[in-house]
């Protein structure tokens, strides 16, 4: 399983909405395929590899940003798909401020990406006679919508908790 650009842009596009920090999605060899600041487009990000290989939360601090180039303080989370790391979500800005915002990206991110692989798609789509193309398109606005429900989720935390 492989996060296109495609899915990625509209993970950005939609998180740049609620949570207005600069946001990132790397693919599973660390280059960036999605950004807010599309200058980055194409480049390696070191903790973007670095998350995907120890297959955990990396946090920037502004003591580490300036052991590597192009890097600011930040978060980056990997998006994991049967426990298999296939992307990083990276959002820049103050720690404090972003964690939980990283935590509920995450998830919305890992909710869209689940859908058409998950053997419960393919259970539904054969016991209720579905088609494949309509068990698809059922499916995946149902997982947009829990996707996007977690982003707004996490925005109304932060309101409430930050």
Do not use: C
């Amino acid at each position: 399983m492989k996060i296109t650009p495609d899915l990625a842009n509209a993970i950005v596009q939609r998180a740049i909405k609620i949570i207005n920090n600069a946001l990132n999605v790397m693919d599973e060899h660390g280059y960036i395929i999605a950004s807010t600041d599309h200058s980055r487009l194409h480049q390696r990000h070191e903790y973007a590899i670095l998350a995907l290989s120890e297959k955990r939360t990396i946090e920037i601090t502004d003591e580490m940003q300036h052991n590597m180039w192009g890097v600011k303080p930040s978060v980056n989370l990997p998006i994991f798909f049967k426990d298999q790391a296939i992307g990083v979500i990276g959002i820049s800005g103050r720690l404090e401020d972003i964690r939980q915002y990283g935590e509920l990206v995450r998830m919305a991110a890992e909710m869209t990406v689940s859908h058409a692989n998950d053997s419960f798609f393919w259970v539904v789509t054969q016991f209720s006679k579905m088609s494949v193309s309509t068990a698809y398109r059922a499916q995946t606005i149902a997982t947009l919508i829990q996707g996007m429900t977690g982003i707004v989720t996490v925005y109304i935390l932060s309101l409430i908790l930050l």
